[in-house]
């Protein structure tokens, strides 16, 4: 479908329109440098409400010395911002008032527990109980009394699906808001012979693109840029013994698409049973039992126009819980150097991705019996060891699925790890896998640069396989937040190389990347930041050294303005060497040849804390440049907040391909209404549907947290089909679970 040209310059001079809201000039300080502050000890503490009218607060540690980062790093904020500091015995406690001129135009539309703020008015306290500069813990809080929470496993990566019990409430008063953190000690991992902390705090301001922290270094701030906190001393971490036991009632129904036959419905109950035991104040034993995944998010759809396969996260608790120890070579994950890399190929050849277990490739659920993990550390060694019974599933038997990986902290900031495998998910055939990295950083070089570079190996084993089962890869990266960034990255995967309990998607070839790319960030005017990027890669089949895939991608313009809309454009041209036929759509087969592909795209996104926001792409293959053919995809989503209480969201993908072979459609809807009825009592649905499978799915999400750590979930999924492409949708089946659980903490 050809657009006219007008309509793409109607989109650029209405996008560049938005980049007007002028900045005032700004008072820049110099590196405030190294921070501390003594906390004080109560015997009385504060009762959590959010409004810090209790008198304990004013015997409190005081700080209200925080800088901008951005968007001029250590200039003075627009806002004051005082925070207080207690502790006891069971916890710390943490109260901030957030002045701000305008309360009326504080940003705050989410309140939905545990969601991520970063959209929001936000105020974040980070902590590194072992004043390593190597790990930590972040807690968050919007001005609707919102929690976050997350784990710093190393200084460049923050893992928000981790997940903890603490306390957290936020209030409002005329001239700003406030808020009260209690973070009990039996919830992280400390050393109670050390009395100094790492500790920093961090606040943003939406409407302004404005955050501010109290240390940083370009821009950034995480154990290892934080300041200290003294004075910690006769802290209780508890037994250290949590159990969570959970119980579920689940009603399924099969429907029968033969009139004649009957439908198949079961009702189950279904209890599980977690325990977590910290064996060492920095090493944490779990035992799962029964595991129960019935309140699990759905996936989200994805629509495959490649010969590839995709890639879809994991979303499961048990699994996320710590899962960053397991990352390996810095395969997959998000990196700032990392200026154009998407897609599955980024992850290919991860030796350990958990949703190899207890999933089917269809995405099926299959029971696991039991499971047990160790993760934490020893000294200076990080270690994770998780095993897990899984049952027996169509053809494949049951087995033991296991995984140990251990890293030790060497140099300054840098790693060297192991990691091995045991255990076949996806068939009968014996299989383990043995990997080592190096993980080089150092993030104090001058000018407050940094400079990543990581090298690994890895070695499967399977059964009945000889040869060629390697994979390997070296990589440097000079990541930045301003300036000039840049990655070169070399991997390569053996034809028989298969990480049975991993990912991989393409073997037999030779990967290597570069990306070089530029930020800036105005200190004054209507833009935030601009960048250009630039990333090649080449991609030859690794026995015959033919091409595979050559690509470029050329970012001239990424505009992003104060008030977080952005505005893109992009080119790549790329060829394709197709070495066997493969269909793209039912009877559409792309033949054997070489191809030289073209496409241009661009790209508006308005700020996500706007009342209405919107996501609006268009990219154009045209002339013959898409496999002989023309491809146009067009993407729109559009995001209503009314209120804090409603979100109404509609995602649309729509992709026109006309090749000589034939032409088809393909679209992908998702349409979700959430109702958030306090901060721990929300509503969520969800539809999805594509062209491509002509199915429908339906998932409404009760939710209830009377407190943190114990949850009530109402859950229905229901399918329909079209299974005769008749436009008579059709149930195919349903299942509707109730859940109930309660931490107990000892």
């Known amino acids: 479908m050809h657009r006219p040209a007008s309509n793409c310059a109607s989109l650029s001079v209405v996008s560049l329109g938005l980049f007007a809201v002028p900045l005032g000039a700004q008072q820049v300080l110099t590196d405030p440098g190294q921070k501390s502050v003594r906390v004080v000890r109560t015997d009385t503490p504060p009762v959590i409400d959010g409004d810090l009218g209790d008198a304990v607060w004013e015997r409190a540690a005081f700080i209200d010395d925080l800088h901008q980062t951005l968007p001029v790093e250590y200039a003075e904020p627009s806002e004051r911002t005082e925070i207080y500091i207690l502790f006891d015995d069971d916890a710390l406690y943490v109260g901030v008032r957030l002045h701000d001129a305008e309360p009326d135009l504080i940003t705050a539309n989410n309140m939905r527990q545990n969601d991520q703020v970063w959209d929001d008015d936000r105020f974040f306290v980070m902590i590194d109980p072992f004043n390593e500069r190597r790990s930590g813990y972040y807690f968050g809080v919007n001005p609707n009394g919102v929690r ?204 350990f991705f958990s949703r190899r277990t207890g999933l089917s490739p269809a995405g099926v659920p299959i029971d696991l019996a039991a499971g047990g993990k160790i993760s934490g550390r020893i000294g200076r060694f990080e270690l994770g060891a998780l095993s897990i019974r899984q049952d027996a599933f169509g053809d494949i038997n049951a087995g033991n699925l296991s995984v140990v990986r251990t890293k030790a902290g060497v140099l300054r900031e840098s790693n060297l790890g192991v990691i091995v495998t045991q255990g076949n998910p996806g068939a009968n055939v014996d299989n383990s896998l043995v990997g080592v990295d190096f993980l080089y950083r150092n993030t104090r070089l001058p000018g407050g640069r940094s400079l990543e570079a990581d090298v690994w190996y890895q070695q499967s084993d399977t059964e009945g396989v000889e040869s060629d089962q390697a994979a390997a890869g070296v990589g440097v990266r000079l990541p930045t937040n301003e300036g000039f960034r840049g990655a070169l990255e070399y991997r390569q995967y053996e034809a028989n190389f298969n990480p049975a309990l991993g990912f991989i998607n393409r073997s037999n070839i030779s990967n290597a990347e570069l990306g070089l790319g530029y930020m800036a960030r105005p200190a004054a005017g209507y833009l935030q930041s601009w960048l250009m990027a630039l990333h090649v890669q080449h991609v030859d089949r690794l026995d015959t050294g033919e091409l595979q895939t050559h690509g470029l991608r050329w970012r001239p313009l990424v505009l992003l303005n104060r008030t977080a809309d952005e505005f893109s454009f992009d080119y790549r041209t790329f060829t394709e060497n197709i070495a066997s036929p493969f269909e793209i759509s039912p009877g559409i087969v792309i033949p054997v040849g070489r191809y030289k592909l073209e496409d241009w795209g661009i790209r508006l996104m308005t700020g996500a804390h706007r009342r209405l926001a919107a996501n609006l792409e268009l990219v154009r293959f045209h002339d013959g440049s898409y496999f002989n053919g023309n491809r146009t995809d067009w993407t729109g989503e559009l995001t209503w907040l009314p209120s804090a209480r409603f979100r109404g969201n509609v995602n649309y993908r729509y992709s026109e391909i006309d090749l000589p072979q034939g032409s088809f459609e393909t679209r992908l809807v998702a349409a979700g209404i959430d109702f958030m009825f306090t901060p721990t009592l929300s509503w969520v649905n969800l539809i999805q549907y594509d062209n491509v499978t002509e199915t429908a799915g339906i998932n409404m999400r009760f939710h209830w947290i009377p407190e943190a750590g114990r949850e009530v979930y109402f859950v229905i999924n229901h399918n329909v089909e079209d299974r005769d492409r008749d436009n008579r949708y059709r149930s195919t089946a349903s299942d509707m679970t109730a859940k109930l659980n309660y931490t107990f903490r000892f």
């Open 148 to 351: 976050n929470d997350g784990l710093y496993r190393n200084i460049s990566q923050a893992y928000r699906d981790w997940n903890s019990i603490f306390d957290v409430a936020a209030g409002r008063f005329e001239g700003g808001w406030t808020a009260e953190f209690e973070i009990p000690f039996k919830s992280i991992s400390f050393d109670p012979t050390t009395d100094t902390w790492g500790m920093n705090f961090s606040r943003g301001i939406v409407r302004r693109a404005e955050n501010l922290a109290w240390v940083s270094r370009d821009r950034e701030y995480n154990p290892s840029i934080s300041g200290l906190a003294v004075g910690f001393e006769g802290l209780e971490q508890g037994l250290g013994l949590d159990i969570a036991p959970s119980a579920s009632v689940i009603g399924e129904r099969i429907f029968s698409q033969d009139p004649l036959a009957n439908d198949r419905s079961d009702t189950s109950l279904e209890p599980s049973l977690d325990v977590f035991y910290k064996l060492t104040p920095q090493l944490n034993a779990s035992l799962t039992v029964n595991t129960d995944f019935s309140s699990t998010e759905v996936d989200d759809r994805q629509v495959n126009l490649d010969r590839f396969g995709l890639f879809f996260p994991e979303k499961r608790d048990f699994f996320l819980r710590e899962s960053d120890i397991f990352d390996f070579g810095g395969i997959g994950g998000e990196r700032q150097s990392d200026i154009t890399r998407l897609g599955a190929l980024a992850q290919n050849g991860r030796p």
